[in-house]
T-cell receptor, first 113, second 116 residues
Framework: SQQGEEDPQALSIQEGENATMNCSYK?????LQWYRQNSGRGLVHLIL?????REKHSGRLRVTLDTSKKSSSLLITASRAADTASYFC?????????????FGKGTLLTVNP | EAGVAQSPRYKIIEKRQSVAFWCNPI?????LYWYQQILGQGPKLLIQ????????DSQLPKDRFSAERLKGVDSTLKIQPAKLEDSAVYLC??????????????FGSGTRLTVV
């Protein structure tokens, strides 16, 4: 089953604009992560935010987490054509020593030059 | 550090044939995962290993899929016999340990399987 659901399913913007993607999930989590996948390639880990954190930054990425609403957002500022990819949120909702991620269906971001 | 290695990169087989995928995780990573990603969807966990033991295989179709991780390092995922709906990208990932949740997974480039 897929824990996270990204919104929108697809997003098309111009280079230099900001891109915002949202993720909603259903159960309590230990952390939430965002991954990028270029066409036909594996997933690349972007950023991890723990359940007791509200905001995190990494370069042009900003992630927020609202555990009361069970939602997260990923903001990419000053987008570039190279940011064109699918973006997935993944939640770690497992207990104990079983570290297991459940992925959403992803948002396809297209950045037009 | 070297990444997660997977082979082959692409595979085309006829339905009812068998196929095997290979994965070599990052050195020292105790946990290894196999995910199935159907076109247009997110990855779905098939099986999780901790060293050479299975932690979770609840979503593995055991009548046709099997996996092993010999000596807690390399892993092989096999499908026998394949069905058309098995067409997907098979992703291998590894993580440091089940107790170290502060780091993300490292994924391989995947094997794209087409069943015709």
């Amino acid at each position: 089953s897929q824990q996270g659901e990204e919104d929108p399913q697809a997003l098309s913007i111009q280079e230099g604009e900001n891109a915002t993607m949202n993720c909603s999930y259903k159960t309590s989590i230990n952390n939430l992560q965002w991954y990028r996948q270029n066409s036909g390639r594996g997933l690349v880990h972007l950023i991890l935010i723990r359940s007791n954190e509200r905001e995190k930054h990494s370069g042009r990425l900003r992630v927020t987490l609202d555990t009361s609403k069970k939602s997260s957002s990923l903001l990419i500022t000053a987008s570039r054509a190279a940011d064109t990819a699918s973006y997935f949120c993944a939640t770690d909702a497992s207990g104990g020593s079983n570290y297991k991620l459940t992925f959403g269906k992803g948002t396809l971001l297209t950045v037009n030059p | 550090e070297a990444g997660v290695a997977q082979s082959p990169r692409y595979k085309i087989i006829e339905k009812r044939q068998s196929v095997a995928f290979w994965c070599n995780p990052i050195s020292g990573h105790a946990t290894l995962y196999w995910y199935q990603q159907i076109l247009g969807q997110g990855p779905k966990l098939l099986i999780q290993f901790q060293n050479n033991g299975v932690v979770d295989d609840s979503q593995l179709p055991k009548d046709r899929f099997s996996a092993e991780r010999l000596k807690g390092v390399d892993s092989t995922l096999k499908i026998q016999p394949a069905k058309l709906e098995d067409s997907a990208v098979y992703l291998c990932a590894s993580s440091r340990s089940p107790w170290d949740r502060g780091y993300g997974y490292t994924f391989g480039s995947g094997t794209r399987l087409t069943v015709v």
